[in-house]
T-cell receptor
Framework: DAGVTQSPTHLIKTRGQQVTLRCSPISGHKSVSWYQQVLGQGPQFIFQYYEKEERGRGNFPDRFSARQFPNYSSELNVNALLLGDSALYLC???????????FGPGTRLTVL | GQQLNQSPQSMFIQEGEDVSMNCTSSSIFNTWLWYKQDPGEGPVLLIALYKAGELTSNGRLTAQFGITRKDSFLNISASIPSDVGIYFCAGLLNSGNTPLVFGKGTRLSVIA
């Protein structure tokens, strides 16, 4: 079975731009979570979606938004990019809200 | 927010040696997870622990869920060069729909 997939792999943007990151969960998984990982740190929780509804939100500004589609794939949007948004953005999927989460390879975002 | 204290931050060991790392928290966790992350990749699940006192093995890896539910450790026996990477502990809090909380990671280097 295919694991969690994310696209694109790498992305370079400039300050003020907007970016959309995409995630496809493992087949049968209905929950998708997004994490931001800056260099040298553990992943920090951004959002969790289950059955197309937002079920959790981390301590991130409103510039960050996400949604989940009927096929359970998800998009993370970040507006008005700042230099500090440069990070590895990870998507994880799980069968339910509390089941074990499996991570994708991440999208490396660089903001110049 | 919740934090996990993971130690040590980094380790340099000889090939063949055993390794031990741990995570502690001031909060009670419902689930403890251990992940390994290679450079530029997403975290890969190694071991999941669901019950206090549980001891689980995965090949040369052994992890335990502390009986107080506030700590966990991971042991790697007879280390090999491919064990190199960053190991993260993560926990699910014992209340409602809460996200995974990660430690800052233990960077393992294996000297052949």
């Amino acid at each position: 079975d295919a694991g969690v997939t994310q696209s694109p792999t790498h992305l370079i943007k400039t300050r003020g731009q907007q970016v959309t990151l995409r995630c496809s969960p493992i087949s049968g998984h209905k929950s998708v979570s997004w994490y931001q990982q800056v260099l040298g740190q553990g992943p920090q929780f951004i959002f969790q979606y289950y059955e197309k509804e937002e079920r959790g939100r981390g301590n991130f500004p409103d510039r960050f938004s996400a949604r989940q589609f009927p096929n359970y794939s998800s998009e993370l949007n970040v507006n008005a990019l700042l230099l500090g948004d440069s990070a590895l953005y990870l998507c994880a999927s799980s069968r339910s809200l509390t089941d074990t989460q499996y991570f994708g390879p991440g999208t490396r975002l660089t903001v110049l | 927010g919740q934090q996990l204290n993971q130690s040590p931050q980094s380790m340099f060991i000889q090939e063949g040696e055993d390794v031990s790392m741990n995570c502690t928290s001031s909060s009670i966790f419902n689930t403890w997870l251990w992940y390994k992350q290679d450079p530029g990749e997403g975290p890969v699940l190694l071991i999941a622990l669901y019950k206090a006192g549980e001891l689980t093995s995965n090949g040369r890896l052994t992890a335990q869920f502390g009986i107080t539910r506030k700590d966990s450790f991971l042991n790697i026996s007879a280390s090999i060069p491919s064990d190199v990477g960053i190991y993260f502990c993560a926990g699910l809090l014992n209340s409602g729909n809460t996200p995974l909380v990660f430690g800052k990671g233990t960077r393992l280097s294996v000297i052949a």
